[in-house]
């Protein structure tokens, strides 16, 4: 199973590109972080950067790409040109978070948040920013370290009735964990992935229609664990 879940493509809007910088761009990361610039180059090329905006949906061929720096404690917004479907591209300027959502009136919302800083941070690191960023709700969690009330809502393709979920429960590790680590962590404890593959075999629900995977708190709040 750990095999197959890590064979996962990268998320369609996810780009790996080749981009340099202008002047401008340069002078306004001298302006807003604590990062270099060609720390910030590093991240765009190595393809660490959430795409927000398609470049090839606009006709500047203009693409908002969402990082974070572990220097400033904050994410930033990369507004990149690029020319063609080489990926080859300029960096024109970096906004801060506060900018960007003031350009598209309103907030990032917390799961690209997550991604973003997933890929910036190592997973020590990661798992910290979330536990500090995301903590549980504690009349959420017993005494046990375990969510109360928390369900696991797995989302598959199905070849007669198209996306179907089904919920599980009675998860077999804690709250921090569930929290702060991604499913591909997940998978890597043997409590965990052992639960689940006994249960999607005893549901029948074939490893490679997964979709996605939710937690879902008390009511109805529903977190995705990132694959």
């Known amino acids: 199973m750990k095999q197959d879940l890590s ?14 910088a202008c002047v401008h761009a340069l002078g306004r990361i001298g302006d807003r ?23 090839f949906k606009n006709f500047q061929n203009r ?23 080489s990926r080859k591209g ?10 960007y959502e003031q350009d598209v009136g309103g907030e990032l919302d917390v799961g690209t948040m997550k991604r973003a800083a997933r ?15 995301c903590p549980p709700d504690e009349l959420a969690v017993s005494v046990s370290g375990k969510f109360k009330n928390i369900r696991l809502n797995v989302e598959y393709w199905d070849e007669e009735s198209g996306r179907e979920s ?3 429960s009675n998860l077999p590790v804690g709250a921090d964990v569930l929290m702060s680590a991604p499913i591909r962590e997940l998978l890597e404890i043997e409590d965990f992935s052992s639960w689940l593959l006994e249960r999607l075999k005893r549901k029948g629900i074939p ?10 708190k008390g009511a109805g709040e529903r977190i995705e664990l990132v694959v």
């Open 90 to 99: 300029l960096l024109v300027t970096v906004l801060t978070r506060e900018q």
């Open 166 to 168: 089904i919920f599980l």
């Open 7 to 20: 064979a996962c493509s990268r998320h369609p809007y996810d780009f790996v590109l080749d981009v340099d």
């Open 63 to 85: 693409g908002r790409f969402l990082f974070y720096s572990p220097l400033d404690s904050d994410f930033f917004v990369a507004v990149i040109a690029i020319s063609d479907v």
């Open 207 to 216: 490893l490679d229609r997964i979709i996605s995977f939710y937690l879902i």
């Open 119 to 133: 890929m910036a941070l190592n997973p020590k690191e990661y798992r910290a920013w979330i536990l500090k960023t």
């Open 33 to 55: 972080l604590t990062m270099s610039g060609e720390a910030v180059l590093r991240l765009i090329n190595d393809g660490r950067t959430v795409c927000l905006s398609s470049p």
